[in-house]
């Protein structure tokens, strides 16, 4: 934590007295109150309420009820105290300051604290010269942002490449190399500055609202994830189809299209577990038709059939929909009439051009035009459309006098898409509870994770620039909670044809949130459309996504038990080394697989840092490199760098065409022994892979491995555990001992010399384990 700092404080602002009302410490000023606020001992809100305005109580983003610990207050002759177990924030009476500390030390420290100016409110921060910022949502600007001022105002950037100062996911977070998360928790637009005029100053400003921000804390960066999901909200799980392979573009223009392309998918062996339909479903022509949302009848004649027939070769139907209703669309007049749509100053519908057509945007916000919206999806849900995609919901275009029902355009401009998400998702909980809904959103908000909001990094070109800042902006929004985070498989924008890109995109694409190729059509984004020896790269990194399948599901399944990312930065292995909080180039998946993908043309080596935690193991070839050594690796064409972490347990699927078709009654566990990991564990995960909450309903199974080595035998323990209302799937695991460095004298199985192969002299070693009892336990022993 920081123990240096440049510390301003507010010389204009006096003290006059504080009270302490039932856990929420209000502290009077000259010009206004502050209120404090634990939720828990690591996660402390404060708000200020300037003189002549009310406390605005409702938050958009927080999920969390404070819990009823007491903090204790104490007052000293200049200085108030507010202590939790784990916050300790305190008030200097003259000159006027607040300050926070954890576990002793200081973390941050209000400057002027708040300050109104003609066009802005702002909070503002005092940070050490040497901290390292992160967070703002999703931008291309190298990992550590500290030198920006960051527009808060979701918005695309077509095309964009290597760097992109603002995209469509702007979050009022902040997080520091000192391990603190700053949260201001408040929807209106404005500007996160990151220290841009090398003040050691960190700022929010907003044009209106709450002046409400929250502190957390934790001992690692896992904890200070989960602290901050904890008050956000968690991911629900996917549907398991959900990892499989979209085959996507912008876009089929035809039933018959669609047909052809899966058809090849089949012809070719190549797995696929949905097709995305761009905005070619519900007009001939990209202008003039948005808001239609009904299918063209003479380009999709039986769309319940075409549907019908997908699903039964295990391919879901997603649909793009839009909030823009042009007034050229057949759903204008009912908008109109229903009184759905967001209004000029006299309560008419606002109009406006842009690239579409003309338009009016559907008001998200007024329950009337949720219940005209999401009746629209119940219909098309009726053909048996499987998941939603929600384009252009920044929304695109959102000019400043239009109104919807709680505010401005600006002030609910960044949470559009975070309440047609919230939309959706009460939706199927009202209607269809026992599905998961897919929602892939464009633009959402802090917290948007829980409605179970697919974020994608927007329209990147397709270029290697493009492909060289995805791993940032992924490892950027997992730490603020939105998970998966993904990219256009292959790049979205331009003509561009090029096999190595593509191939080298799909290959970082196994190791990243969702799997899915998608691009304007000028250039196929689809594997079975390339050339054969790109279709059998292609070929092979889509049959590795789905073999990872029990292992990303599982990961799945911890971010939705913990907020922990599924993509991990680097100083998540280790917080004290500062050379880790800038790589982006490398970083984790999982705890346990560590990825570098190649981002340059003509690679044949790569230089690799590898984490001190652990020794790893190149996952193709089993070459070991020492933990914390920098290494350099050879680079080959049919696959990117992947290394597996000593001591840890791999599960992995047989083949499969369509997530349809897994079968999670044997599974492969791979063990990667290192006579340096002394202890390891890992959990399995399986449901049925489509009930909402099926862990929380008990509907599921978990199997546990744990690994303890001494001098001269390692023991591994198998437990299951399965949920009180499950049926449990998983019968049988092959396991797999690999990287065996000593000659293997005995194994033993529940105390039982087993005899099923000649294992000496094997550097692998194969074991079935059947579930028949409670516990197994295996113990090889070396000579």
């Given at each position: 934590?920081n123990s240096?700092f440049i510390s301003?404080q507010?010389?204009?602002?006096?003290?006059k007295s504080?009270?302490?009302?039932e856990?929420v410490?209000s502290?009077m000023?000259?010009d206004?109150?502050y209120?404090?606020q634990?939720?828990?001992?690591e996660i402390?809100e404060t708000s200020?309420?300037?003189?002549?305005?009310t406390?605005?109580?409702d938050?958009y983003s927080v999920v969390?009820?404070?819990?009823?610990i007491?903090?204790t207050?104490?007052e000293e002759a200049n200085?108030i105290k507010?202590a939790?177990?784990?916050?300790?924030?305190?008030?200097n009476?003259?000159?006027f300051?607040?300050?926070?500390?954890y576990?002793?030390?200081?973390?941050?420290s209000?400057?002027?604290g708040y300050?109104?100016s003609?066009?802005?409110?702002?909070?503002?921060?005092n940070?050490?010269?040497y901290e390292m910022?992160?967070g703002?949502g999703?931008?291309?600007?190298g990992m550590?942002r500290r030198?920006?001022r960051l527009?808060?105002?979701n918005r695309?950037?077509?095309?964009?490449?290597?760097k992109?100062?603002l995209?469509n996911y702007t979050?009022?977070v902040?997080l520091?190399?000192?391990?603190?998360?700053?949260?201001?928790?408040n929807?209106?637009?404005g500007?996160?500055d990151?220290d841009?005029n090398?003040s050691?100053?960190l700022s929010?400003?907003?044009?209106?609202g709450?002046?409400?921000y929250?502190?957390?804390?934790?001992k690692?960066w896992?904890?200070?994830?989960?602290?901050?999901t904890l008050l956000t909200?968690?991911?629900?799980?996917p549907?398991?189809?959900?990892?499989?392979?979209?085959s996507s573009?912008?876009?089929?223009?035809?039933q018959e299209e669609?047909?052809?392309?899966i058809?090849?998918?089949?012809?070719?062996?190549?797995?696929?577990d949905a097709?995305?339909l761009?905005?070619?479903?519900?007009?001939h022509?990209?202008?003039?038709?948005m808001?239609?949302?009904?299918f063209?009848?003479?380009s999709?004649?039986?769309p319940?059939q075409?549907?019908s027939k997908?699903?039964d070769?295990?391919?879901k139907?997603i649909?793009?929909?839009?909030p823009?209703?042009?007034t050229?669309?057949k759903?204008?007049?009912?908008?109109?009439?229903k009184?759905v749509l967001?209004?000029d100053?006299?309560g008419?519908?606002?109009?406006?051009?842009?690239?579409f057509g003309?338009?009016?945007l559907?008001?998200?916000?007024k329950l009337k035009?949720q219940d005209?919206?999401?009746?629209i999806y119940?219909?098309?849900?009726?053909?048996?459309?499987?998941g939603?995609?929600?384009d252009?919901?920044?929304?695109?275009?959102h000019p400043t006098?239009?109104q919807h029902s709680i505010?401005?355009a600006?002030?609910?401009?960044?949470?559009?898409?975070h309440y047609?998400?919230?939309?959706?998702k009460?939706g199927?909980?009202?209607?269809f509870?026992?599905?998961?809904?897919?929602i892939?959103?464009r633009?959402?908000?802090?917290?948007?994770q829980r409605f179970?909001?697919?974020?994608?990094?927007?329209d990147?070109n397709r270029g290697w620039n493009g492909?060289?800042?995805?791993?940032?902006?992924?490892?950027?929004?997992?730490?603020q909670g939105?998970?998966?985070?993904?990219?256009d498989?292959?790049?979205f924008?331009g003509?561009?044809e090029?096999?190595?890109?593509?191939t080298r995109?799909l290959?970082?694409g196994v190791f990243q949130?969702?799997f899915r190729?998608?691009a304007q059509?000028?250039?196929a984004?689809e594997?079975?459309?390339?050339n054969?020896k790109?279709?059998a790269l292609a070929?092979?990194?889509?049959e590795?996504?789905?073999?990872?399948?029990p292992y990303n599901?599982?990961?799945?399944?911890?971010?939705?038990?913990s907020?922990?990312?599924?993509?991990?930065?680097l100083f998540?292995?280790e917080?004290?080394?500062?050379?880790?909080?800038?790589?982006s180039?490398t970083y984790l998946?999982?705890?346990?697989?560590l990825?570098s993908?190649?981002?340059?043309?003509?690679?044949?080596?790569?230089?690799?840092i590898?984490p001190?935690t652990n020794n790893w193991?190149?996952?193709?070839t089993?070459?070991k490199?020492?933990?914390?050594t920098?290494?350099s690796?050879?680079v080959?064409?049919?696959h990117i760098?992947?290394?597996?972490r000593?001591?840890?347990?791999?599960?992995?699927?047989?083949p499969?065409q369509?997530?349809?078709n897994?079968?999670?009654s044997?599974l492969?566990?791979?063990?990667?022994y290192?006579?340096?990991?002394?202890?390891?564990d890992?959990?399995i995960?399986?449901?049925?892979?489509k009930?909402p909450?099926a862990?929380?309903?008990?509907m599921?199974?978990l199997?546990k491995?744990?690994?303890?080595l001494d001098v001269d035998?390692?023991?591994?323990k198998?437990k299951k555990?399965?949920g009180?209302n499950?049926?449990?799937?998983?019968?049988?695991?092959?396991l797999?001992?690999?990287?065996?460095?000593?000659?293997?004298q005995?194994?033993?199985?529940?105390g039982?010399?087993y005899?099923?192969k000649?294992y000496?002299?094997l550097?692998?070693?194969?074991?079935?384990v059947?579930f028949?009892?409670?516990?197994t336990?295996?113990k090889?022993?070396?000579?």
């Amino acid at each position: 934590m920081n123990s240096v700092f440049i510390s301003a404080q507010n010389s204009e602002r006096n003290f006059k007295s504080f009270e302490n009302k039932e856990g929420v410490i209000s502290v009077m000023t000259s010009d206004g109150k502050y209120r404090f606020q634990a939720f828990t001992p690591e996660i402390m809100e404060t708000s200020f309420i300037p003189s002549g305005e009310t406390y605005i109580e409702d938050s958009y983003s927080v999920v969390l009820k404070p819990s009823e610990i007491a903090p204790t207050v104490t007052e000293e002759a200049n200085s108030i105290k507010i202590a939790t177990s784990g916050i300790t924030v305190i008030i200097n009476k003259k000159p006027f300051q607040v300050k926070y500390f954890y576990e002793g030390e200081e973390v941050i420290s209000e400057k002027t604290g708040y300050s109104k100016s003609e066009t802005h409110e702002k909070l503002d921060f005092n940070i050490a010269e040497y901290e390292m910022l992160f967070g703002g949502g999703a931008r291309a600007l190298g990992m550590d942002r500290r030198g920006n001022r960051l527009e808060l105002y979701n918005r695309a950037d077509y095309g964009y490449g290597t760097k992109s100062a603002l995209l469509n996911y702007t979050l009022p977070v902040v997080l520091s190399s000192e391990k603190y998360l700053l949260h201001f928790d408040n929807a209106p637009i404005g500007f996160l500055d990151l220290d841009s005029n090398n003040s050691n100053t960190l700022s929010y400003e907003t044009i209106s609202g709450r002046k409400t921000y929250q502190l957390i804390v934790g001992k690692t960066w896992e904890k200070i994830i989960e602290n901050y999901t904890l008050l956000t909200g968690r991911q629900p799980l996917p549907p398991r189809w959900a990892f499989g392979n979209f085959s996507s573009r912008f876009g089929y223009h035809s039933q018959e299209e669609v047909e052809k392309t899966i058809a090849k998918f089949k012809k070719d062996s190549i797995p696929v577990d949905a097709v995305i339909l761009d905005l070619y479903w519900f007009g001939h022509d990209i202008k003039g038709t948005m808001g239609n949302l009904e299918f063209v009848k003479d380009s999709f004649p039986e769309p319940k059939q075409m549907i019908s027939k997908l699903a039964d070769q295990g391919v879901k139907t997603i649909l793009v929909t839009e909030p823009f209703i042009l007034t050229t669309s057949k759903k204008w007049d009912e908008a109109v009439e229903k009184n759905v749509l967001a209004t000029d100053s006299v309560g008419n519908p606002f109009k406006y051009d842009f690239y579409f057509g003309n338009t009016g945007l559907v008001d998200i916000f007024k329950l009337k035009a949720q219940d005209w919206f999401w009746n629209i999806y119940k219909d098309l849900k009726s053909l048996g459309v499987a998941g939603w995609w929600g384009d252009l919901g920044e929304p695109e275009v959102h000019p400043t006098k239009l109104q919807h029902s709680i505010g401005s355009a600006d002030e609910v401009h960044n949470i559009y898409g975070h309440y047609w998400a919230k939309m959706i998702k009460e939706g199927y909980e009202a209607d269809f509870p026992e599905e998961r809904p897919f929602i892939l959103m464009r633009a959402g908000a802090a917290g948007s994770q829980r409605f179970g909001l697919i974020p994608w990094s927007g329209d990147v070109n397709r270029g290697w620039n493009g492909l060289k800042p995805q791993p940032e902006i992924s490892l950027q929004m997992g730490l603020q909670g939105l998970a998966y985070m993904h990219s256009d498989l292959g790049g979205f924008a331009g003509a561009l044809e090029d096999d190595e890109l593509y191939t080298r995109w799909l290959q970082y694409g196994v190791f990243q949130p969702i799997f899915r190729p998608h691009a304007q059509e000028d250039v196929a984004s689809e594997p079975v459309f390339k050339n054969e020896k790109t279709k059998a790269l292609a070929k092979k990194a889509i049959e590795l996504r789905y073999k990872l399948l029990p292992y990303n599901y599982s990961l799945a399944f911890e971010n939705h038990i913990s907020g922990k990312p599924l993509m991990r930065p680097l100083f998540f292995e280790e917080p004290e080394n500062y050379k880790m909080y800038a790589v982006s180039n490398t970083y984790l998946w999982g705890d346990s697989f560590l990825v570098s993908p190649v981002l340059n043309p003509g690679v044949t080596s790569k230089e690799v840092i590898f984490p001190s935690t652990n020794n790893w193991f190149d996952f193709y070839t089993g070459k070991k490199y020492a933990k914390g050594t920098v290494a350099s690796v050879n680079v080959v064409e049919d696959h990117i760098p992947v290394f597996v972490r000593g001591g840890a347990f791999i599960p992995m699927a047989r083949p499969m065409q369509t997530t349809a078709n897994y079968d999670a009654s044997t599974l492969d566990v791979y063990f990667y022994y290192d006579e340096q990991a002394k202890k390891s564990d890992a959990v399995i995960y399986n449901d049925d892979g489509k009930t909402p909450d099926a862990f929380e309903k008990g509907m599921f199974e978990l199997v546990k491995l744990e690994s303890e080595l001494d001098v001269d035998a390692v023991t591994i323990k198998i437990k299951k555990e399965v949920g009180k209302n499950a049926t449990s799937e998983i019968k049988l695991i092959d396991l797999h001992i690999e990287n065996l460095e000593k000659e293997v004298q005995f194994v033993y199985v529940n105390g039982i010399k087993y005899t099923g192969k000649n294992y000496m002299h094997l550097e692998k070693l194969n074991i079935p384990v059947r579930f028949d009892q409670n516990e197994t336990i295996i113990k090889i022993e070396f000579n």
